[in-house]
């Protein structure tokens, strides 16, 4: 069946966002408010920031009035997230869009003349400020890559044009390609990016999978080169202000703010790519044994090692799932899931237009907003499990520090998501002795929490270094040249265990972590930290659960190496990320002698 609007959806649901503004009326009064409320912090501010007292004062206005800000942003691009072609949600997208560009500008003056005042001055605000001492230290970290007051305020005033090729990319994913219906066994089936990433692409038929890889594929070759030329401008325009700022690689400016030396993410990819290699290409010959396959193929990777255990579950039933597997984060911890589920903080439903994958957005000032495209698969409890993990971090985060330290760093930010998937998986695996069913939980754990995060987002981690080292030495991006990278990453990974069929080079057009710098490289990062940090929660109990939940609190007011650290975690070895890839191995281990027992006994 295809999908409904939007406006047919029941709106149970569906997500609440009037905890964020009651109505677009509302939402556009208070960006006028905002906007003069700027205009008159500009007025007041600019050319006065000589003294440890009016920067602390001046900063406090300014965590009032990013507080508002992030009200403003999450309600434009949440409305627009669930039906991109809603013509409403699209202007008061573009209205807040074009309105913070004037913002930004206006608001450049404060890090440009703190960073123009004596060392000296810059530590007396650190010293004697406990709110605050965060935002300078990181002030002092950017002072050698600060450019002139007013080349910063013209790049403020340019955010929404450098923000287009995002905007673009998601415009042609979600509105302009259209995949009409491929054939299977006689019968025509609705294609689009929802069905297939959603079901289709692990549909148990290989047939209906295979087709709909190839009616998916052969679609999205039709608009790679606009494709291209879009993620090329984006990556050029990294590359330019990198230059400007005096850094020598796209690479080092971009891992700058995450606060990760290069070593660390070099070895992220390194390690994972060589040493987890193997141990995958054996799940995907035991995949093609379970399944009767005669040929194991590219878009064959990510069905179910055995379909009988895909049960179907509703959202209710979901709760109740949800409600056991995180039960051990402690009652104030699980008081956040029921209210996602009481008060609609959850967008479940499947309509038009509707945006992809599944997100968690937290704003300061409220409550979470987490976007699923249900599909009553019980794998669907690992990706709302994931998503709250974000919810309970930034929760926490947001109660215990200022807007200014809440958000931790993106190296370190899916820690607390993946560590929810871990207990919920530790949790399924503790009701049963069923050998068919902790066959079909390890299997997911896999399938799900290991391969989206440690194979798909690090393939495609080392697919954009690769990117970015050719930018670096002077090259654009065009289709064919992506296409080429894309595949050798693929094909270097899985070796001869699965055949890399044509189309699975377009896997970069899917992708829209590419538009958020080196973002995909940080999921097997958190992964990481949460695969030890599960596995002493379980062998442990509540003392490990309260270190965690202080690191939840902590938020970003600490380096990601430093956050890991308060749980025993030491992030400046290879030993956690080689303990992790060998966690997985005994993972694998297990199927294997899983399906033997099984066969044994059929």
Same mark, same amino acid.
């Given at each position: 069946?295809?999908?409904?609007?939007?406006?047919?959806?029941?709106?149970? #649901?569906?997500?609440?966002?009037?905890?964020?503004?009651?109505?677009?009326?509302?939402?556009?009064?208070?960006?006028?408010?905002?906007?003069?409320?700027?205009?008159?912090?500009?007025? #007041?501010?600019?050319?006065?920031?000589?003294?440890?007292?009016?920067? @602390?004062?001046?900063?406090?206005?300014?965590?009032?009035?990013?507080?508002?800000?992030?009200?403003?942003?999450?309600?434009?691009?949440?409305?627009?997230?669930?039906?991109?072609?809603?013509?409403?949600?699209?202007?008061?997208?573009?209205?807040?869009?074009?309105?913070?560009?004037?913002?930004?500008?206006?608001?450049?003056?404060?890090?440009?003349?703190?960073?123009?005042?004596?060392?000296?001055?810059?530590?007396?605000?650190?010293?004697?400020?406990?709110?605050?001492?965060?935002?300078?230290?990181?002030?002092?970290?950017?002072?050698?890559?600060?450019?002139?007051?007013?080349?910063?305020?013209?790049?403020?005033?340019?955010?929404?044009?450098?923000?287009?090729?995002?905007?673009?990319?998601?415009?042609?994913?979600?509105?302009?390609?259209?995949?009409?219906?491929?054939?299977?066994?006689?019968?025509?089936?609705?294609?689009?990016?929802?069905?297939?990433?959603?079901?289709?692409?692990?549909?148990?038929?290989?047939?209906?999978?295979?087709?709909?890889?190839?009616?998916?594929?052969?679609?999205?070759?039709?608009?790679?080169?606009?494709?291209?030329?879009?993620?090329?401008?984006?990556?050029?325009? @990294?590359?330019?202000?990198?230059?400007?700022?005096?850094?020598?690689?796209?690479?080092?400016?971009?891992?700058?703010?995450?606060?990760?030396?290069?070593?660390?993410?070099?070895?992220?990819?390194?390690?994972?790519?060589?040493?987890?290699?193997?141990? %995958?290409?054996?799940?995907?010959?035991?995949?093609?044994?379970?399944?009767?396959?005669?040929?194991?193929?590219? #878009?064959?990777?990510?069905?179910?090692?055995?379909?009988?255990?895909?049960?179907?579950?509703?959202?209710?039933?979901?709760?109740?799932?949800?409600?056991?597997?995180?039960?051990?984060?402690?009652?104030?911890?699980?008081?956040?899931?029921?209210?996602?589920?009481?008060?609609?903080?959850?967008?479940?439903?499947?309509?038009?237009?509707?945006?992809?994958?599944?997100?968690?957005?937290?704003?300061?000032?409220?409550?979470?907003?987490?976007?699923?495209?249900?599909?009553?698969? %019980?794998?669907?409890?690992?990706?709302?499990?994931?998503?709250?993990?974000?919810?309970?971090?930034?929760?926490?985060?947001?109660?215990?520090?200022?807007?200014?330290?809440?958000?931790?760093? %993106?190296?370190?930010? #899916?820690?607390?998501?993946?560590?929810?998937? %871990?207990?919920?998986?530790?949790?399924?695996?503790?009701?049963?002795?069923?050998?068919?069913?902790?066959?079909?939980?390890?299997?997911?754990?896999?399938?799900?929490?290991?391969?989206?995060?440690?194979?798909?987002?690090?393939?495609?981690?080392?697919?954009?270094?690769?990117?970015?080292?050719?930018?670096?030495?002077?090259?654009?991006?065009?289709?064919?040249?992506?296409?080429?990278?894309?595949?050798?990453?693929?094909?270097?990974?899985?070796?001869?265990?699965? @055949?890399?069929?044509?189309?699975?080079?377009?896997?970069?057009?899917?992708?829209?972590?590419?538009?958020?710098?080196?973002?995909?490289?940080?999921?097997?990062?958190?992964?990481?930290?949460?695969?030890?940090?599960?596995?002493?929660?379980?062998?442990?109990?509540?003392?490990?659960?309260?270190?965690?939940?202080?690191?939840?609190?902590?938020?970003?007011?600490?380096?990601?190496?430093?956050?890991?650290?308060?749980?025993?975690?030491?992030?400046?070895?290879?030993?956690?990320?080689?303990?992790?890839?060998?966690?997985?191995?005994?993972?694998?281990?297990?199927?294997?002698?899983?399906?033997?027992?099984?066969?044994?006994?059929?």
């Amino acid at each position: 069946m295809s999908l409904p609007l939007r406006k047919d959806v029941d709106v149970k #649901e569906t997500w609440d966002l009037s905890p964020l503004f009651s109505s677009d009326d509302a939402f556009y009064s208070s960006l006028a408010e905002t906007t003069a409320a700027v205009s008159a912090f500009n007025k #007041e501010y600019q050319g006065r920031l000589t003294d440890a007292a009016v920067i @602390e004062e001046m900063l406090s206005r300014l965590a009032a009035l990013e507080i508002e800000l992030d009200r403003l942003a999450n309600y434009a691009s949440l409305n627009l997230s669930t039906d991109q072609s809603n013509a409403e949600a699209q202007r008061l997208y573009s209205k807040f869009d074009s309105s913070y560009s004037e913002i930004a500008s206006l608001l450049s003056f404060v890090d440009s003349e703190l960073l123009q005042l004596d060392e000296a001055v810059l530590q007396e605000v650190k010293d004697t400020t406990a709110s605050y001492k965060r935002y300078i230290e990181k002030l002092l970290k950017k002072k050698p890559y600060q450019l002139h007051p007013e080349v910063e305020k013209v790049l403020a005033a340019f955010s929404s044009t450098f923000n287009a090729p995002y905007n673009l990319y998601d415009t042609t994913k979600l509105l302009d390609i259209d995949f009409g219906t491929f054939e299977a066994h006689g019968r025509e089936i609705p294609l689009s990016y929802v069905s297939f990433e959603g079901e289709l692409e692990v549909d148990s038929d290989p047939v209906v999978r295979r087709n709909a890889f190839r009616k998916f594929s052969d679609t999205l070759k039709k608009y790679e080169n606009t494709t291209a030329k879009t993620y090329d401008m984006a990556v050029q325009q @990294e590359k330019t202000e990198s230059r400007l700022r005096g850094f020598d690689s796209v690479i080092d400016f971009l891992l700058e703010r995450q606060e990760v030396s290069r070593d660390l993410y070099n070895r992220q990819i390194d390690l994972i790519t060589t040493e987890l290699a193997p141990h %995958m290409r054996r799940y995907a010959r035991l995949l093609k044994r379970t399944n009767g396959l005669e040929e194991m193929r590219f #878009e064959d990777l990510k069905i179910s090692l055995d379909e009988s255990y895909e049960p179907e579950i509703t959202v209710e039933e979901s709760r109740d799932y949800i409600r056991k597997g995180l039960a051990v984060m402690g009652e104030d911890y699980m008081k956040l899931v029921e209210a996602a589920y009481d008060n609609r903080y959850i967008d479940f439903a499947q309509n038009k237009g509707k945006s992809t994958g599944a997100f968690c957005a937290s704003p300061y000032a409220t409550n979470p907003f987490i976007l699923i495209s249900w599909t009553s698969k %019980m794998t669907e409890v690992f990706v709302l499990a994931h998503e709250l993990g974000h919810a309970g971090h930034f929760n926490l985060a947001n109660k215990h520090q200022n807007i200014f330290d809440a958000s931790s760093s %993106m190296y370190f930010v #899916e820690a607390p998501s993946t560590a929810n998937e %871990m207990l919920m998986a530790n949790y399924l695996l503790s009701e049963s002795d069923d050998p068919k069913f902790k066959r079909w939980v390890i299997s997911t754990i896999i399938s799900r929490t290991y391969y989206h995060n440690f194979v798909t987002h690090l393939l495609e981690a080392a697919y954009q270094r690769e990117v970015y080292n050719r930018v670096d030495a002077g090259e654009n991006m065009t289709a064919p040249v992506l296409n080429a990278i894309k595949k050798d990453v693929i094909a270097s990974f899985w070796g001869d265990a699965a @055949e890399i069929t044509e189309g699975a080079e377009l896997t970069w057009m899917r992708q829209p972590h590419y538009y958020m710098g080196l973002y995909p490289y940080t999921y097997s990062a958190g992964l990481t930290i949460s695969t030890l940090m599960a596995k002493r929660i379980l062998e442990e109990g509540e003392p490990a659960v309260n270190d965690w939940i202080e690191v939840l609190k902590a938020g970003g007011s600490r380096p990601p190496v430093e956050l890991a650290k308060m749980v025993g975690i030491d992030l400046s070895t290879d030993q956690p990320l080689k303990e992790t890839i060998a966690y997985i191995g005994s993972l694998i281990d297990e199927l294997e002698r899983l399906t033997a027992e099984i066969e044994a006994a059929e």
